[in-house]
T-cell receptor, first 115, second 110 residues
Framework: DTGVSQDPRHKITKRGQNVTFRCDPI?????LYWYRQTLGQGPEFLTY????????KSRLLSDRFSAERPKGSFSTLEIQRTEQGDSAMYLC?????????????FGEGSRLTVL | TQLLEQSPQFLSIQEGENLTVYCNSS?????LQWYRQEPGEGPVLLVT?????EVKKLKRLTFQFGDARKDSSLHITAAQPGDTGLYLC??????????FGAGTTVTVRA
């Protein structure tokens, strides 16, 4: 499978714990995005990477959130001291720069439940 | 800030019926994409519309882009249970980022 993969698919944690999600984009895509989605709503933009550089962060990305893409390939999204309001689906997407049609290719998401 | 509205929020219909969902904004879009998201999956691109007045067809789905490029609609003919999902519109806000509407949840009952 050469699509975007995310791990884990589901995570249940207690309030105050730290969690980390991983995203492996499509290999030739140098753009990578994180979105957050709550039930019945559209995805909300969190952050964007071009290769290893984090070029934009949403105001939604509080100080407890950090995202990295150290080698310009996979990316991690860490949430520290989780709160119940962090419960959501975290979606990763990638896209190419060259020949870019504007399409984002999404993974299946990592669903976080904070108890 | 661009205000994007999708309507209706929820739609439940019987198999074989037709449906239309809408995406409206006060701003002009350079282009707009429609995605469908099935339960437990990520969104998947259905179509991109670029030109005002454009109509695109994808099997039983017909997409229209308003003449002023501020609105768009998606019409499904003879809906099937496989059409069930969250339909999202997403105008391009800049070179690289998509901003999604809240979506329309469509349920097609067999």
């Amino acid at each position: 499978d050469t699509g975007v993969s995310q791990d884990p698919r589901h995570k249940i944690t207690k309030r105050g714990q730290n969690v980390t999600f991983r995203c492996d984009p499509i290999s030739e895509h140098n753009r990578l995005y994180w979105y957050r989605q709550t039930l019945g709503q559209g995805p909300e933009f969190l952050t964007y990477f071009q290769n290893e550089a984090q070029l934009e962060k949403s105001r939604l990305l509080s100080d407890r959130f950090s995202a990295e893409r150290p080698k310009g390939s996979f990316s991690t999204l860490e949430i520290q001291r989780t709160e119940q309001g962090d419960s959501a689906m975290y979606l990763c997407a990638s896209s190419p720069t060259s020949g870019n049609t504007g399409e984002l290719f999404f993974g299946e998401g990592s669903r976080l439940t904070v108890l | 800030t661009q205000l994007l509205e999708q309507s209706p929020q929820f739609l439940s219909i019987q198999e074989g019926e037709n449906l239309t969902v809408y995406c409206n904004s006060s701003s002009v879009f350079s282009s707009l994409q429609w995605y469908r998201q099935e339960p437990g999956e990520g969104p998947v691109l259905l179509v991109t519309v670029v030109t005002g007045g454009e109509v695109k067809k994808l099997k039983r789905l017909t997409f229209q882009f308003g003449d002023a490029r501020k609105d768009s609609s998606l019409h499904i003919t003879a809906a099937q249970p496989g059409d069930t999902g969250l339909y999202l519109c997403a105008p391009r806000s800049n070179d690289y980022k998509l901003s999604f509407g809240a979506g329309t949840t469509v349920t097609v009952r067999a």
